[in-house]
Structure formats: structure tokens, C-alpha cells
């Protein structure tokens, strides 16, 4: 089977996703068209160069909607040769992207392809395009739904997490967070993002707060107690389903959960002859990449049996990954990974993550991948594992060796 290899990996810095956010007057096809073109330009490509862009974003209404990649191709420089796909595997969908890609090139469906994703939600907002898993009562009462944050406290719950322990790692998360900046450890990695005139808007994150301590966390109300104990109750539902539960310990809060923000990531894969053809030098291989249904109603548990699906699939174990991405989509998901394998917190997420930089939802899943690309290289390290736990259940995995 034909090798796909990542050439580049690029993104935007997140913004606020608020309206004083910087990006908040920059629209979701500007920014996929101006990753598209750093993408080109960054390596020397012919804008035919490339078999199709895949794009993911979750919320697909409005400025996201009617195929964002097909449109994204035509407003870069990009020839309309060129498809375009919009997917969506929510959390996962520029993970998904990636994967999608690696596959098809294995297969010999084409030498190149774009992959990653992009979500503007300062411009469109989660949730506003009424899926059904949260708003269709058959479907909601029959998966025992509960909205993201309690299911992340359930995971607090049953496997023992405290306020303490999510608030520790919120705060390890700025740290590392403001030190990689401090470092320019994603300088390879960062495309500005620049006005109609060519001015930088934005060159940097700019949602996290490195001046956090515990003092400031210990003053945050728990966000999601009263939708679990009061009306519409959703501890209740848990209970309902896992009746072992007498209680939900509603541990997290805006300060140790994912921040809402506007980015995108593009992720260049290619098998060798692409490479050759185009004078550029592979930086790694797509190893294994996985995905996996899990129960809905706890729902963000994903990424462990995930990581024993691609482990189990590639015929690798866990102590043969040097480094880990995991999703900070709310602490706990973090926790109970490091739990289940074991996992010292020194070899996960060692820039930070979506609580101390936020979490662009369709663009996530490529720019860990890009992140922990640029991490390997740095640290001089083989092999790397990026997931991430899926709304209503579900995993993503991608396993990257660098060549």
C-alpha cells in the first residue's frame, strides 16, 4: 500500500470568538482561502497540484454551509480543477479530514490532497443548526442526551476526578501554553492572518490567559450545575441511564473547559512520488488513523478506546508513542486518558491545549496534528498519537512516525 505523508501542516492563530474578537469581521471562507493559499505558496505548488481539499466544520449553516470547501477552492488561488468536500465528524472533523485524505492516497485515489478545517464561532453559533441528537425528542429521550459539559462532569463522577485535579491542569495548560508562545514553538506552524490591505489582524492566539492562577479558578462557578440539578435536569437523565450514580459532581467551568474561538488549520499530504515530483521533503507518515462509536450519553470517554483501536490496529503499544495530543475539550477527558494508560502528563499536550487556547471546533483535529508534528521535531522524537473524544459518542486517532 502506497505511503501518505505530511508535507506541511499550517493554521491560522485562534481568536476570541466573541465580537471583540480580532477575527470576528473575518469571514469563515476568508480565512479557509487564505490557509489554502499559504498552503501553495508555502510550497511552491501549481494550483492544480493538489486531487481535492477536504474540509471539516460542525456547525454547517450559514457562512459554514452549502459546501464551505468547494467554496473555500474558489475564492483562493486554488484552479477550479480542483473539487472541494465538506465533511463533519464534529470535534473530529478536521481530524477526520487528515485521515480521509491519508486514506484515499493509500488507496492511489489521487498523489495530493489539503485536508484540515475551519470554525468561525464568534460568527456562527454551536449548536445553531439544530441537530437532531439534541433537539429531535425521539432521538434525544431514546440516547439519554445530555449537553457536553454534564457529560464531562459524569466522567469527573465516575472515575474520581476533583475540582482540584481539572483545576491543576487548566492552569498547567496556560502555562504551557504561554511558554511554547514564549518560545516560538509554533513558528513553523503560524500564518498570520491579514486584512483586505495586506495588515496583520491577528499573529498569535489571543484567547489565553497566562496570568491565571488557582485563586482566580476557585472563583468560577461550576457552568453547568443548574442545567444537571434544576430545570431542564439533566443529572436526572444521567441517572436514568447509569443508576450506579447518585450524584453528578459538576466540576468544570469556563476556566477549566475548551474556550469558543475562530480558527483554521490545513494539513498537505502526499505520497512520495508528489514529494519528488514537487521538490519537497517529507516530514512524517500517517501511521494508523482510527475512529469509533461510544456511548452516547457519557460521550466524550472516546479517545481511550480509540487509542486501544489504532494501538491494537497498527500493532503498536502505548509505550511506543513519545508523545500524545489529547484534546482538551473539558479537563476530564484529559484526566481519565492519562488514567487509563497511564500516561505521564509530561509526555501529553506539552504546548498546552484548547483550555488555555481554545477550541475552533471543525479545525481542532488538524492543528494537533500539526502541533504535534512540529513537537516531535523539536524534542527530536519518532512517533506521536493525536485524538480526541466526538459529540454524541464517539473517537478519532492518528498515529504520525517522522521519516
Same mark, same amino acid.
Given at each position: 500500500?502506497?505511503?501518505?505523508?505530511?508535507?506541511?501542516?499550517?493554521?491560522? =492563530?485562534?481568536?476570541?470568538?466573541?465580537?471583540?474578537?480580532?477575527?470576528?469581521?473575518?469571514?469563515?471562507?476568508?480565512?479557509?482561502?487564505? %490557509?489554502?493559499?499559504?498552503?501553495?505558496?508555502?510550497?511552491?505548488?501549481?494550483?492544480?497540484?493538489?486531487?481535492?481539499? +477536504?474540509?471539516?466544520?460542525?456547525?454547517?449553516?450559514? #457562512?459554514?454551509?452549502?459546501? %464551505?470547501?468547494?467554496?473555500?477552492?474558489?475564492?483562493?488561488?486554488?484552479?477550479?480543477?480542483?473539487?472541494?468536500?465538506?465533511?463533519?465528524?464534529?470535534?473530529?472533523?478536521?481530524?477526520?479530514?487528515?485521515?480521509?485524505?491519508?486514506?484515499?492516497?493509500?488507496?492511489?485515489?489521487?498523489?495530493?490532497?489539503?485536508?484540515?478545517?475551519?470554525?468561525?464561532?464568534? @460568527?456562527?453559533?454551536?449548536?445553531?443548526?439544530?441537530? $437532531?441528537?439534541?433537539?429531535?425528542?425521539?432521538?434525544?429521550?431514546?440516547?439519554?442526551?445530555?449537553?457536553?459539559?454534564?457529560?464531562?462532569?459524569?466522567?469527573?463522577?465516575?472515575?474520581?476526578?476533583? @475540582? $482540584?485535579?481539572?483545576?491543576?491542569?487548566?492552569?498547567?495548560?496556560?502555562?504551557? $501554553?504561554?511558554?511554547?508562545?514564549?518560545?516560538?514553538?509554533?513558528?513553523?506552524?503560524?500564518?498570520?492572518?491579514?486584512?483586505?490591505?495586506?495588515?496583520? +489582524?491577528?499573529?498569535?492566539?489571543?484567547?489565553?490567559?497566562?496570568?491565571?492562577?488557582?485563586?482566580?479558578? &476557585?472563583?468560577? @462557578?461550576?457552568?453547568?450545575?443548574?442545567?444537571?440539578?434544576?430545570?431542564?435536569?439533566?443529572?436526572?437523565?444521567?441517572?436514568?441511564?447509569?443508576?450506579?450514580?447518585?450524584?453528578?459532581?459538576?466540576?468544570?467551568?469556563?476556566?477549566?473547559?475548551?474556550?469558543?474561538?475562530?480558527?483554521?488549520?490545513?494539513?498537505?499530504?502526499?505520497?512520495?512520488?508528489?514529494?519528488?515530483?514537487?521538490?519537497?521533503?517529507?516530514?512524517?507518515?500517517?501511521?494508523? /488513523?482510527?475512529?469509533?462509536?461510544?456511548?452516547?450519553?457519557?460521550?466524550? /470517554?472516546?479517545?481511550? =478506546?480509540?487509542? #486501544?483501536?489504532?494501538?491494537?490496529?497498527?500493532?503498536?503499544?502505548?509505550?511506543?508513542?513519545?508523545?500524545?495530543?489529547?484534546?482538551?475539550?473539558?479537563?476530564?477527558?484529559?484526566?481519565?486518558?492519562?488514567?487509563?494508560?497511564?500516561?505521564?502528563?509530561?509526555?501529553?499536550?506539552?504546548?498546552?491545549?484548547?483550555? $488555555?487556547?481554545?477550541?475552533?471546533?471543525?479545525?481542532?483535529?488538524?492543528?494537533?496534528?500539526?502541533?504535534?508534528?512540529?513537537?516531535?521535531?523539536?524534542?527530536?522524537?519518532?512517533?506521536?498519537?493525536?485524538?480526541?473524544?466526538?459529540?454524541?459518542?464517539?473517537?478519532? &486517532?492518528?498515529?504520525?512516525?517522522?521519516?
Amino acid at each position: 500500500m502506497t505511503n501518505a505523508f505530511i508535507y506541511d501542516a499550517a493554521r491560522t =492563530p485562534r481568536g476570541k470568538g466573541r465580537p471583540d474578537g480580532s477575527l470576528h469581521e473575518v469571514t469563515s471562507l476568508a480565512l479557509s482561502a487564505r %490557509l489554502l493559499n499559504a498552503v501553495k505558496d508555502r510550497n511552491g505548488l501549481e494550483g492544480h497540484a493538489v486531487e481535492d481539499v +477536504i474540509w471539516g466544520n460542525v456547525t454547517q449553516v450559514k #457562512e459554514q454551509g452549502g459546501c %464551505l470547501a468547494r467554496s473555500a477552492v474558489l475564492a483562493s488561488d486554488l484552479d477550479q480543477s480542483i473539487p472541494g468536500l465538506s465533511i463533519n465528524r464534529f470535534c473530529a472533523s478536521g481530524m477526520e479530514a487528515v485521515n480521509l485524505a491519508a486514506n484515499q492516497i493509500k488507496g492511489g485515489a489521487g498523489q495530493a490532497y489539503i485536508a484540515g478545517g475551519v470554525e468561525m464561532m464568534g @460568527r456562527v453559533a454551536m449548536g445553531s443548526d439544530g441537530a $437532531a441528537i439534541a433537539v429531535d425528542p425521539g432521538l434525544a429521550m431514546r440516547s439519554y442526551f445530555v449537553p457536553q459539559g454534564i457529560s464531562a462532569d459524569i466522567i469527573a463522577t465516575e472515575y474520581g476526578f476533583s @475540582r $482540584a485535579d481539572a483545576d491543576a491542569l487548566a492552569l498547567e495548560s496556560q502555562r504551557r $501554553a504561554a511558554q511554547a508562545w514564549a518560545d516560538n514553538r509554533f513558528a513553523k506552524s503560524i500564518v498570520p492572518v491579514l486584512d483586505q490591505n495586506g495588515l496583520t +489582524i491577528l499573529d498569535r492566539d489571543e484567547y489565553m490567559r497566562p496570568g491565571t492562577t488557582a485563586d482566580d479558578l &476557585a472563583k468560577l @462557578r461550576p457552568a453547568f450545575k443548574e442545567m444537571g440539578e434544576m430545570m431542564p435536569g439533566f443529572d436526572k437523565v444521567a441517572m436514568l441511564k447509569y443508576p450506579h450514580l447518585t450524584h453528578v459532581d459538576h466540576i468544570h467551568h469556563a476556566g477549566n473547559s475548551s474556550g469558543i474561538v475562530d480558527g483554521a488549520a490545513a494539513v498537505l499530504i502526499g505520497n512520495a512520488e508528489f514529494g519528488q515530483a514537487h521538490g519537497l521533503k517529507p516530514r512524517a507518515r500517517i501511521r494508523a /488513523t482510527a475512529k469509533i462509536g461510544t456511548d452516547p450519553t457519557i460521550m466524550l /470517554t472516546g479517545p481511550v =478506546p480509540v487509542t #486501544e483501536k489504532i494501538l491494537q490496529d497498527s500493532g503498536l503499544s502505548i509505550g511506543d508513542i513519545d508523545l500524545f495530543e489529547v484534546n482538551e475539550a473539558f479537563a476530564s477527558v484529559v484526566l481519565r486518558f492519562m488514567q487509563a494508560f497511564d500516561v505521564d502528563h509530561s509526555r501529553v499536550n506539552v504546548n498546552g491545549g484548547a483550555i $488555555a487556547m481554545g477550541h475552533p471546533l471543525g479545525a481542532t483535529g488538524a492543528i494537533i496534528i500539526g502541533t504535534l508534528l512540529d513537537e516531535l521535531e523539536r524534542q527530536d522524537k519518532t512517533m506521536g498519537l493525536a485524538t480526541l473524544c466526538i459529540a454524541s459518542g464517539m473517537g478519532a &486517532a492518528t498515529i504520525i512516525e517522522r521519516v
